[in-house]
C-alpha cells in the first residue's frame, strides 16, 4: 500500500533563516505531487506541484520554491523565511484512479512557526 | 478559473441525527471530479467520497452521500447517523484532468452528544 511521510513534524524558526521541508512517498511510481499551505481556520491554498522529476508548477509567487530531485521525493524550501509563512504545510500525492480521475492522499502535515 | 465555496463556515448535529453539508464550485470545464475531504483535530486530511462529473448517480459510501447536481453546480454531502468521531473540518474539492486540485475553505462540524 501507499504511505507518504513529511518531516520534520512541527519546526520552530526564526525570521530570516532558512526552510526545508521534506515528503517522500512510498508504494507508488510517477506520482504527481503537491505542496499545499494551510493557515489557522482557513483553507488549504495550492503552492506547487508536479507532474514529474524536475517539474514543478507554482501557483503563488512567493519566497517559497519546491523541487523533485527523486521521483517519490518533493522538497519545499525558502532562503530567508517570514512571518507570513508560518502555518501547516501539507505534501499530497494523486493517482489516476479506476483508470478515469484522480484523487489525493495526503501527508501528516508539518506545523511551521516563524517567530 | 476554479472556485470552491463552502457557505457554512460552522455547523452543529445531534449526535444520531443528519447534517448536510453544502459545496458550489464554479468552472467552464466538463470533465472534472469532485470530492469531499475530512480534516479531524489531528489535521490529516482523509478522502470521505468522490463523484465524477460525468455521473448522473450520486455517490454513496455508508453513512456519507452527496447530491450533485451539474447545472447548479452544486455538491453537498450528507451524513446520516452522525457519530462523535464525525466531528472535524470538512473541505469540499474540485479536480480537473490537468492534475490540479482547488479546495473550499471549510466547514467546522461537530456532533454533539
Known amino acids: 500500500s501507499q504511505t507518504i511521510h513529511q518531516w520534520p513534524a512541527t519546526l520552530v524558526q526564526p525570521v530570516g533563516s532558512p526552510l526545508s521541508l521534506e515528503c517522500t512517498v512510498e508504494g507508488t511510481s510517477n506520482p504527481n505531487l503537491y505542496w499545499y499551505r494551510q493557515a489557522a481556520g482557513r483553507g488549504l491554498q495550492l503552492l506547487f506541484y508536479s507532474v514529474g522529476i524536475g517539474q514543478i508548477s507554482s501557483e503563488v509567487p512567493q519566497n517559497l520554491s519546491a523541487s523533485r530531485p527523486q521521483d517519490r521525493q518533493f522538497i519545499l524550501s525558502s532562503k530567508k523565511l517570514l512571518l507570513s509563512d508560518s502555518g501547516f504545510y501539507l505534501c499530497a500525492w494523486s493517482v489516476r484512479s479506476q483508470g478515469t480521475y484522480y484523487e489525493q492522499y495526503f501527508g501528516p502535515g508539518t506545523r511551521l512557526t516563524v517567530t | 478559473a476554479q472556485t470552491v465555496t463552502q457557505s457554512q463556515p460552522e455547523m452543529s448535529v445531534q449526535e444520531a441525527e443528519t447534517v448536510t453539508l453544502s459545496c458550489t464550485y464554479d468552472?467552464?470545464?466538463?470533465?472534472?471530479?469532485l470530492f469531499w475531504y475530512k480534516q479531524p483535530p489531528s489535521r490529516q486530511m482523509i478522502l470521505v467520497i468522490r463523484?465524477?462529473?460525468?455521473?448522473?448517480q450520486n455517490a454513496t459510501e455508508n453513512r456519507f452521500s452527496v447530491n450533485f447536481q451539474k447545472a447548479a453546480k452544486s455538491f453537498s454531502l450528507k451524513i446520516s447517523d452522525s457519530q462523535l468521531g464525525d466531528t472535524a473540518m470538512y473541505f469540499c474539492?474540485?479536480?480537473?484532468?490537468?492534475?490540479?486540485?482547488?479546495f473550499g475553505t471549510g466547514t467546522s462540524l461537530t456532533v454533539i452528544p
Open positions: 474539492a474540485f479536480g480537473n484532468t490537468g492534475n490540479q486540485f482547488y
Open positions: 463523484q465524477e462529473a460525468y455521473k448522473q
Open positions: 468552472t467552464s470545464e466538463n470533465n472534472y471530479y
